[in-house]
Every structure is written in C-alpha cells, then in structure tokens.
C-alpha cells in the first residue's frame, strides 16, 4: 500500500533496530483520511470472504477497526483489557503477554457480542510476537466463531508473529511487512 | 438526535436508577454507520467554529473520534491512560478519577500533538461527573491550545458534569441528554 508506506518513510521515528514509532498518524495522534484508505484496502483484500464482525483490541487498534468497519458494512467489537464495573459478567477471556507495557494482562470480549454463526476478521495496528493476534483468535475459538482472516497495518517482519499465524493457515493480510532497522533506516519486504 | 435516541431506548440495558449500558452500540461492540452519523451531527453543531483537532480519552472516545475525524478532516489525538514503553517522555499529563473502574489515573498527550496554535475539540462517549472531560481540558490548557467545545453522545442530565462545563463557558453540545431512570425508563431531556 503506497501511501501507508510514504507516510511511514516520511513520519515513522526508529529506536535501534527493532522499535519503529507511528504514534504521529496511527496510534497516539491518527489521520483519519488514511486510516480510511487503510479500511478501504482492508476491505478489498478479504473481499472475497464473508465477515460478519470486525473484532480488534483496545486501544490502538479501534480508530482502525472501526473506520474498516464503514467500509465492510459490519459491527465493530474491542476486546478489553482492564475489568471495567460496566462489562458483562459473562465473557469470553484469555490471556495477553505485552512486551510493549512488559505484563500479561487479561483481554475479555461480552457473550453477548460474539456467537457462533459470526464469521470474525481481525484488525489490528501491529503484528510483532503475534500474542495479542493469537489472544483474539483464541476469543474466536471459545465463541466457536469462524475466524474469516487477520489484518494487519504493520507487520514486523523480523519478529515470529506472521510466521505462526501462516504456518496456522491463517488468511493474514499485512499492507506493510518492515525489516529490521539498519542504521534507522526503515525498508520493506518486496 | 432521532436516530441516536432511538438506538438508546432500543437497545440501552439500564440498572438501577443510573446506570445505562449501551456497549451494543457505543463502547464495546459499535455502530459504525450510528457513529457516521453521530460524526457528522457533531460537524454541523460545531461548524461555527474553528477545529484544528480532536481530542479524546482511550478507550470508549477513540471510534466516535475517529469517525468524527473523518467529517471534520482533522488529526484526532487520545490521551493514554497507561504508561506505555512507547510514548514520548515529554508528555502534558493530569489525574482523572473514574467512578466506573473506582480508581484514580494519570492521562498523558505527547507534547507533539497538542500545541498552543491548536483549537480542540474534545470529543467522549458520555458525561457524567465530568472528570475525564476537565481533565482532557486541563491538558488542552497545559499546551496552551484554544478550547473549541466539548461534544459528547450521552450527557447524563442527573450528574454535575453538564453544569460544571457550562457555568465554566464552556461550548458543550450534548447529542442527547438523559434523565434518571424511573422504573428501568430511558427519557430524554427535551
């Protein structure tokens, strides 16, 4: 995807070789204008599969799920990280390691907002490790939901987490697969 | 709001005379044709004004403004509440108490994002007491930014936050108003 790459050559800040910051459009400060060619591509690359429900996780991943969602027609669901008062006691919950915040943490989804006839596309902001993607597939499961694919915005493609899901023949899509940072230099894969 | 009120009495869960649910729609599982709409009545109610962006608070605010964003054409920016390995070190920062998760918390914006040429428009879900909204204010302040309004989809008409914002000038549209629940019934304010 040209202008998401453009954009991350142009605003994207690298911290030695494996850490790129894109918190000036995607996850701190966000365009919506490209967040919504970046719903529009999503939205032609799983074209051919039925999506019923877009599931993502708080908070990076919501302004992208839910502008994707304009554009697929669907709901829109975030699993939550932190026990809120306000979320249903009957949930659909696993667990979460973040090398980013350094803890494991619990994702929970409501009963009420996953069934078994949905058929579940993932969005998320980035794919590193793979365990908050592996987390949401697994809240998938427990909804004995169809998982209709993955979206990614930024792959890191020196990290295992493309690697896991492809060899789990997971339908993953990432717009963008970055190599590691040599001199802070930020290059793609093809 | 029509549709908005509609949505609200359809599919609000209330509890007791002050609690209204309505993660269907709003902040957990979301609309994102109601929030289209929802974006585009917040464009016309503050299209007297200058936005040079939107700010609102992880995690329920970050759909509405990002759709919002779209209508407006302006960068949206959440403030963080948790310390994350990825945010910027020079951060305008305040405490927010929430009743719904009974704790206090920090809220943080990268100096990046705001500065003292912006005119913000602070965008939430709902108001209640009003903390997480004087505390979006406080960092808006902070930065030396102009405060262009405050929009927000469920002001709750039975807490002090609407009254505070408004003895204090404060440019407020509440897309709909809520009065305390009588016998699990859901009325609006006009």
């Given at each position: 995807m040209k202008l998401l790459k453009e954009k991350i050559i142009k605003e994207g800040r690298v ?5 790129l910051k894109v918190?000036s459009f995607l996850?701190?400060?966000?365009d919506?204008?490209l967040?919504?060619?970046i ?86 902001d980035f ?26 915005v930024i792959e890191k ?18 717009l963008t697969v970055v190599n590691?940072f040599?001199?802070?230099e930020i290059t793609f894969?093809?």
């Amino acid at each position: 995807m040209k202008l998401l790459k453009e954009k991350i050559i142009k605003e994207g800040r690298v911290t030695g070789e494996e850490i790129l910051k894109v918190d000036s459009f995607l996850n701190h400060q966000i365009d919506p204008l490209l967040l919504n060619e970046i719903g529009k591509e999503f939205q032609k690359r799983f074209s051919n599969v039925k999506v019923t429900k877009i599931l993502t996780i708080e908070a990076s991943g919501i302004a992208i799920a839910a502008i994707a969602g304009l554009h697929f027609n669907v709901p829109v669901v975030f699993a939550k990280k932190v026990a809120s008062k306000n979320l249903d006691k009957e949930t659909y919950k696993t667990q979460v390691y973040s090398f980013t915040k350094g803890k494991t943490y619990d994702i929970q989804v409501s009963k009420r907002y996953l069934n078994s006839e949905d058929y579940i596309l993932i969005l998320d902001d980035f794919l590193a490790n793979g365990r908050a993607s592996i987390g949401l597939i697994e809240l998938v499961k427990q909804a004995n939901a169809t998982l209709a694919g993955v979206g990614i915005v930024i792959e890191k493609g020196f990290q295992e987490g493309g690697e896991i899901l492809r060899n789990n023949n997971v339908n993953l899509q990432s717009l963008t697969v970055v190599n590691k940072f040599k001199n802070g230099e930020i290059t793609f894969k093809n």
